[in-house]
């Protein structure tokens, strides 16, 4: 008796062009391979916003340091989900640091990541408030005394010696974190563009063109939370600090834009034997995704903007006001990105001569409802660091003072 065709795999038949191979009419990487690399990204520019602060001496970001390095965190925290929901067997995921295999990218992750979380993340954040969550605990009271106690490691020393060596090691940890960051999202690039059968893929700029999107969408989530969260603690917004934010968010898509245009001009100058199939790829399965949403949307509109913020003296209203559009569809445009590369480059045929599609699930491990839980879950994370370690709240100069001073 012949088994009939489930009814998935007849709607993606239905929308087969050309002639794939039998194996290929499903896509295997799902919308979770998407949001792990966006999530990562996110991760990255994030810190790097916040070296900028430490490493550069940027201080007209200093009061958005603490916000991006829980941000990292926050995000860092559920950046392997994607990954593990996407196993068969995700409980198996710890014998990846028990039988080590060096020769595996995505294995290795495992090892990049617990870096990347347990010596620069977690310990330059403990190094940042170690004298904040003292000084907290000494005015608090149960149950905030003993959870800023307990993570303060129940230290007591507040001397300006013991201040002194905080700074020093959150410096040297931020100089560590710097290129653990770029390890951390470059990989991502590295695994795409190193398979050569794959000509969507296959490219020496993958990499770095990975890292720049990602300091991009990093930069701008900061941005976004720091222009959301300051009105609804009724706090002026400074506008030094925004516009310095939003600066270097400029300079970092100029890059990104540069190097997507040469990857492109690149492909094109090759004209290699699938240059005909990524063609019909890109207007006709990715044309929306990449053409409308990525380049034009999430690229080319917010960069004119910020170009016509630069060369007009807008007001402060109206210039947040663009700075929140730029930075909203610049996240659209980087989630595009990381969909067009994971997808895209599982739609066209090996054979060079046929397209499939992708049809995402509602429900399931692997579904809409996943998608978005996973997306939400951050700034579920992100609020309860915000307990703990508010970033907008300073304690007095006096090292030996208990008087606590919330801006809000």
Not at 25 to 51: K, N, R
Not at 98 to 108: C, E
Request: aromatic residues 14%.
């Amino acid at each position: 008796m012949i088994n009939p065709i489930p009814d998935k795999l007849v709607e993606l038949l239905s929308q087969v062009s050309g002639y794939i191979y039998p194996n290929e009419i499903e896509v295997h990487w799902s919308i979770l391979i998407v949001v792990y690399p966006y999530l990562t990204g996110l991760v990255a520019g994030a810190f790097i916003l916040a070296s900028l602060v430490k490493v550069f001496n940027v201080k007209e970001l200093q009061s958005v340091y603490k916000l991006s390095l829980l941000t990292a965190l926050a995000f860092l925290l559920i950046a392997p989900l994607p990954l593990l929901f996407h196993l068969g067997h995700p409980f198996r995921s710890y014998e990846i640091f028990l039988n080590p295999n060096f020769s595996s990218a995505m294995a290795m992750f495992g090892f990049v990541y617990a870096w990347y979380l347990m010596v620069v993340l977690l310990l330059e954040l403990w190094f940042t408030y170690r004298r904040d969550l003292i000084v907290w605990s000494a005015s608090e009271k149960f149950p905030m005394k003993w959870i800023h106690r307990a993570t303060a490691l129940f230290s007591t020393d507040i001397s300006e010696r013991a201040v002194n060596f905080d700074r020093k090691v959150v410096k040297a940890i931020t100089i560590i974190g710097i290129p653990s960051a770029f390890l951390l999202h470059g990989y991502v690039g590295f695994i795409f563009g190193s398979i050569k059968a794959n000509p969507w893929w296959s490219s020496v700029l993958m990499p770095i063109v990975f890292l720049f999107s990602a300091i991009v969408s990093g930069i701008a989530l900061v941005i976004t939370l720091y222009m959301i969260i300051l009105p609804f603690r009724n706090e002026k917004i400074d506008m030094k600090c925004l516009d310095r934010m939003a600066s270097f968010l400029f300079y970092a898509v100029i890059v990104d834009f540069s190097l997507e245009l040469l990857d492109f001009i690149h492909r094109l100058y090759e004209s290699e034997e699938s240059i005909k199939i990524l063609s019909e790829l890109v207007m006709n399965k990715l044309f929306i995704s990449l053409g409308i949403i990525q380049v034009l949307l999430g690229m080319l509109l917010p960069l004119g903007i910020m170009i016509s913020i630069k060369l007009f003296r807008f007001e402060d209203e109206l210039r947040k006001l663009l700075y929140f559009v730029s930075v909203i569809l610049i996240q659209l445009g980087i989630f595009a990105t990381r969909w067009n590369v994971v997808i895209g480059g599982q739609m066209f045929s090996k054979s060079f001569r046929g397209l499939t599609t992708y049809k995402m699930d509602i429900t399931g491990l692997e579904g809409l409802l996943m998608t978005l839980l996973l997306l939400v879950l951050p700034f579920v994370i992100l609020s309860i660091l915000f307990k703990i370690f508010p970033p907008w709240r300073e304690t007095a100069p006096d090292g030996g003072s208990a008087v606590a001073i919330d801006r809000g």
